[in-house]
């Protein structure tokens, strides 16, 4: 079962908590101690930040995969280290994270750090409802006269280019170490499939449901969404079952299909509007309908998918305006996390919300 970290910072005492947790979140991703030694450093300065400039917030710290899904399994597993704030926002983003900025009489080398030693650092701050923090720490790179990595073809030819990133959040209730919520993010041959598992209830044997069926898409990910939630049925059979959602890209016909069971929320941007996309009354493992439909939807560049559990408010829909499209998915779904919440209102189950965006034309 994967280990979360759900960090308030509310003092300066919760500093090095959130230190310990990236830390610990290292050892499990496998990072050396120069790459640990860098998440804990973002993650004490994000903590940091958070004390001087919002008044307090949350650090979130999780193992995950690359926004760009690899062939296979074998992907490098990064520490994702997320801060997120309900305090007064930033003026200017990108003064912020430039060495010497600051507007606490401070040295100014907190983000700029970041942003520096961290392979992946994303900001996004809106006046008067808070700030999203970002950061992914993985492995050191190869050195320069190492060999390169063996390309990953399949039968019918090369791989083809992803035109999409996927990214999530995952907080456990209560600051619990495990939740009973998991994402993941697999690539098989042409097929790009992005799935949301909720466990039934929450807890261990929530996350031990979860868990199986992260195991399960990364066997079977080549199968379309309906015969993969077949499969999912019969390996969540030895567990208390979950709510699934499975949105599936088709690189060679551009198109998006998608097929769930249970009470998780996908929402897909279509232009200015939005279209909810409906899963079937059940439990995988449990109690699967006898018969599943896959909705399917060209996908094109101005699309945005979001897939959530039911740890959001039940009437949330999203939001109207621009949603980020080029940004960072894991900020977006941090973003939709730190709008739907605060500090009176904490989320009220695991909640997990991931997000599929397309690649921007200048990245890879």
């Known amino acids: 079962m994967p280990r979360l970290w759900d960090v308030p910072v509310h003092d300066s005492t919760r500093v090095r908590d959130a230190r310990v947790a990236a830390e610990g979140a290292a050892a499990l991703a496998g990072l050396d101690e120069r790459r640990t030694a860098a998440a804990a450093l973002v993650a004490t300065e994000l903590a940091t930040n958070l004390l ?5 917030g949350q650090v979130l710290v999780d193992v995950v995969a690359p926004p760009v899904a690899r062939a296979g399994s074998g992907h490098s597993s990064l520490v994702q280290i997320t801060a997120i704030d309900h305090g ?47 950061a992914r720490i993985g492995p050191a790179a190869p050195r320069p006269d190492g060999p390169d990595p063996a390309p990953q073809d399949h039968p019918d030819g090369p791989e083809l280019p992803a035109p999409v990133r996927a990214g999530g959040v995952n907080v456990p209730f209560a600051e619990a170490a495990y939740s009973g919520d998991a994402w993941a993010w697999v690539r098989s041959g042409d097929r790009l499939t992005l799935m949301l598992a909720d466990g039934l209830g929450h807890g261990p044997e929530a996350a031990r449901a979860s868990s199986a069926a992260v195991r399960t898409l990364q066997c079977a990910a080549h199968l379309r969404p309906a015969g993969l939630l077949a499969r999912l049925d019969e390996a969540l059979r030895a567990t208390r079952g979950a709510a699934v959602a499975l949105a599936q890209l088709d690189l060679r016909t551009g198109l998006l299909r998608f097929a769930g069971i249970g009470n998780i929320g996908a929402r897909l941007r279509e232009g200015d509007g939005w279209r909810a996309l409906l899963s079937r009354p059940g439990i995988v493992g449990l109690h699967r309908p006898a018969t599943l439909t896959e909705h399917e939807a060209p996908w094109t560049a101005d699309r945005l998918l979001i897939l959530h559990s039911d740890g959001l408010p039940s009437r949330w829909t999203p939001p109207s305006g621009p949603v980020l499209p080029t940004a960072d998915p894991a900020v977006t779904a941090a973003v939709i996390l730190r709008d739907t919440s605060s500090p009176a209102h904490p989320v009220r189950d695991d909640t997990t919300v991931a997000v599929l965006t397309p690649t921007p034309p200048d990245r890879p």
Do not use: E, I
Not at 52 to 56: E, M
Not at 104 to 111: D, N, Q
């Open 88 to 134: 007064p926002g930033m003026a200017d983003v990108c003064a912020a994270q430039r060495d010497g900025f600051s507007t606490a009489r401070s040295l100014g080398a907190g983000l700029g750090t970041c942003r520096r030693v961290a392979d992946d650092f994303a900001l996004h701050s809106a006046a008067g409802r808070g700030t999203v923090a970002l």
């Open 52 to 56: 001087k400039h919002a008044g307090g």
